[in-house]
């Protein structure tokens, strides 16, 4: 992961210790997934959002952490009955720092 740390996931999750472990790599890729997701939304580089505000924004990170707890409750593929959205913070938080192309 880039930015956020397996501490950070695992208080999103409210997971403990032993949970933590025993699902570590599945966390690892929600993290790195997330992260490349929220950059890719961006259309910016981890380079380029450091560069221009000094580190990597909270609404980045928590728009981050969003993405990984909607990967981690919603693990089965989705059908109408347990079909769920990223909240609309989400959108909210990462708009700032979206570079539009034309």
């Not at 997701?37 to 990170?61: A, F």
């Amino acid at each position: 992961m880039k930015y956020l740390t397996f501490d950070m996931i695992k208080a999103q999750l409210r997971l403990d210790d032993e949970q933590a472990q025993a699902e570590h790599d599945i966390l690892e890729l929600y993290g790195d997934s997330a992260e490349d997701t929220v950059l890719n939304i961006c259309n910016r580089t981890l380079e380029d959002i450091i560069e221009t505000h000094g580190c990597v924004p909270s609404p980045l990170k928590h728009a981050t952490l969003l993405l990984v707890d909607n990967a981690y409750k919603e693990r089965s593929p989705i059908t109408p009955q347990n079909m769920s959205s990223v909240p609309y913070a989400f959108d909210l938080m990462l708009k700032p720092y979206m570079r539009l192309t034309l």
